[in-house]
Structure formats: structure tokens, C-alpha cells
């Protein structure tokens, strides 16, 4: 007999969460069994080395509704969500880390909300980060403040990848040439009907956090070079502003020289070729983040490969190539 088509899938990127699994899976599965309808776990396990696998198989043969996408290798937290988000069976699809930060009974609640107010997209949002450091906090606040002078003001303010998607709101994402989307931007750019749900975010349940600071810095620059061409256009200003100071200097030069009061000096020249060099190194590192993501998109590389799914060669489709399927599939978000 085949199973009904879930109503809810929540999927769930992994990496090497041995240490959080037994805590997370009971918990989570309290709450969907409370909800009374068909649903699935799609947990996409991003290449992990230690026992997370053989955790999930042990955990599948209790479990009917677990489901587990492999990827073949280590490919980010961004591509492993969009991995699982696309190849989601649900009415509904809701993102969730493993780490127990972002609590699975708000799951519910997001969903009766979507029902009841007729939304596609309702997001998690922070109610406070008092258990962050200071330096966490102040760096979050500014990536947000950041992003919606970017974006707009439809970037929700502390809304990271916990959030429940509508089946339409999918396919959506579905039709975005982009490989690998920074999804925390690109789901408030669809412009679908949504709403917010507050949340307690709690301590991670046990492990290590897999985004530290060099991961948070890349997917900051990740966000603005994805979204907008304003750095471009800040290293367009950056070289008038050079123009204009050396033309100031220009200036002084020739007034002293005319005074006769030339004095041979170093400061002046010293600071104003430090000045010019690096505006000119600025301009040409923001050129140079840009060239890189030409030349990426120009390889067509899939952003992941996936090495199996335990739902069976059926549930692939040509979202991102297959281990079993031809290498020449599309790029991974076609």
C-alpha cells in the first residue's frame, strides 16, 4: 500500500550531530505525532564523518516517517537546506537545524498559523538573544540592519532559516536560475503573503556550532554579492572621493608653489599614496567578489551531489544530480 503524501515535511541539515540526535529526534517527534496528520522528516545529512549515519539508520527502523538525502560530500549548511527544501513531498515545508536552538514545538504553531491566516510563509522569529554574547548580538543586529537597507523591509529583523514554506512558495523556488540562493533573502523577495511566530531561541542541545565566526563572515558576503550590486556602486563613490581629495591636494600643491613656500615633505605625499592605494585595492577586491560569482555561475557546477535518498530512486528529481542518474543533469536548483 503506498503512504499518503505528507502534509508537513520538515527538513533537517545535518553535519556531524551524533552528540545532538538522541535528544533531537524524540523531542521532534513528540510534536509531529501530536499533529495527527501524515508527515515526513527529511533529513539531509551533508557528509558527515562521524556516527550521525549510522544514527539515522538506526533511528529509521523506529521511525517510518525518517527519511534521509545523503549528500556525497560536505557542501554547506545553504546548499544542504536547499537540497531538502526542494525535494520535499509536504503541503507545508518547515526548516529546522538539529541543534535544538530553535525549539520543534514552535512547529506547530507555525503551521496553524499559516492555516488559519491564509499565509505561504510564516517565519521564526527571535524574541531576544540575551543568551548570545555581546559580540554575537551586535554582529547579528548589523547583518539584519544590513540586509533589509539592501533588500527591503520585507527581510524580517532576527528571522534566521527557521521558517515553514508553502507548496507554492516552492515551486517558486524552484524557478530561480540561481544555484545556490541565500534563502534567508530570497524567500521575503517572492513577495508571498506571510507572517511571524516568536520563539525562547535556547542553548544548543550538545556538539559544537557549525557556524563560527569565519562562516558567519562568509555568508554575510555571500548575502550582499547575491542581492545587490550597492558594494559596486560604494567603490564608485569610493574613487570619486579619491578624485576629489587629490584634486584638493592638487590644489594646495600649486597655491604653495605659487607663494614660494614649497617645503620638501614626506606626510603629505606618504598619506595621500596610502590613500589612493588602498580605495584602488577596495574597488578592486569588490570587482574581484563579483568576477568570482560570474565565473562560478559560468561553470554551471551543481551546488550538491546527492548520494542517495531513502525514499528510492523516484523521489529524485532534477533538482541536483543523482548517484544513480547521468552526470549531465541540470545545475542543482533546476
Known amino acids: 500500500m503506498t503512504p499518503p503524501e505528507p502534509a508537513l515535511s520538515v527538513v533537517v541539515p545535518m553535519f556531524n550531530e551524533e552528540s545532538v540526535l538522541p535528544l533531537f529526534a524524540p523531542r521532534l517527534r513528540a510534536v509531529l505525532d501530536a499533529l495527527g496528520e501524515p508527515y515526513e522528516v527529511l533529513v539531509v545529512d551533508d557528509g558527515s564523518t562521524d556516527g550521525t549515519p549510522a544514527g539515522l539508520a538506526g533511528l529509521r527502523a523506529r521511525w517510518p516517517q525518517l527519511r534521509v538525502l545523503r549528500l556525497r560530500r560536505n557542501s554547506g549548511h545553504q ?7 526542494l525535494r520535499a513531498r509536504g503541503r507545508w515545508v518547515v526548516s529546522l537545524d538539529a541543534d535544538l536552538q530553535d525549539p520543534p514545538e514552535t512547529v506547530a504553531e507555525m503551521l496553524r ?7 505561504d510563509i510564516v517565519y521564526g522569529v527571535r524574541a531576544d538573544r540575551s543568551r548570545d554574547t555581546r559580540f554575537k548580538r551586535w554582529t547579528a543586529a548589523g547583518y539584519y540592519r544590513l540586509m533589509r537597507r539592501l533588500v527591503g523591509k520585507q527581510v524580517p529583523a532576527q528571522a534566521g532559516d527557521f521558517r515553514l514554506l508553502s507548496r507554492a512558495a516552492v515551486e517558486a523556488l524552484r524557478e530561480l536560475p540561481e544555484r545556490s540562493p541565500v534563502l534567508r533573502l530570497v524567500v521575503p523577495w ?3 503573503p506571510s507572517g511571524e511566530v516568536t520563539y525562547q531561541r535556547e542553548e544548543r542541545a550538545a556538539g559544537r556550532t557549525k557556524y563560527p565566526l569565519s562562516r558567519m563572515a562568509g555568508l554575510a558576503a555571500e548575502s550582499v554579492t547575491s542581492f545587490s550590486a550597492a558594494p559596486l556602486r560604494v567603490a564608485t563613490w569610493l574613487g570619486l572621493v579619491g ?5 584638493v591636494l592638487v590644489v594646495v600643491a600649486v597655491a604653495a608653489w605659487l607663494a614660494g613656500s614649497t617645503v620638501t615633505g614626506w606626510p603629505s605625499l606618504y598619506v595621500a599614496i596610502l590613500f ?8 578592486l577586491g569588490l570587482l574581484g567578489e563579483y568576477v568570482a560569482r560570474i565565473y562560478t555561475a559560468v561553470q554551471g557546477r551543481p551546488a550538491y551531489f546527492v548520494a542517495s535518498d531513502t525514499a528510492g530512486p523516484g523521489a529524485a528529481d532534477a533538482d541536483g544530480p543523482t548517484a544513480d542518474g547521468p552526470a549531465e543533469l541540470a545545475d542543482s536548483l533546476r
Open 113 to 119: 498559523r499559516a492555516r488559519a491566516d491564509g499565509l
Open 276 to 283: 589612493l592605494g588602498a580605495v584602488q585595492l577596495l574597488c
Open 190 to 192: 517572492l513577495g508571498f
Open 79 to 85: 546548499a544542504a537546506l536547499v537540497a531538502g527544501v
Open 243 to 247: 578624485v576629489a581629495v587629490c584634486g
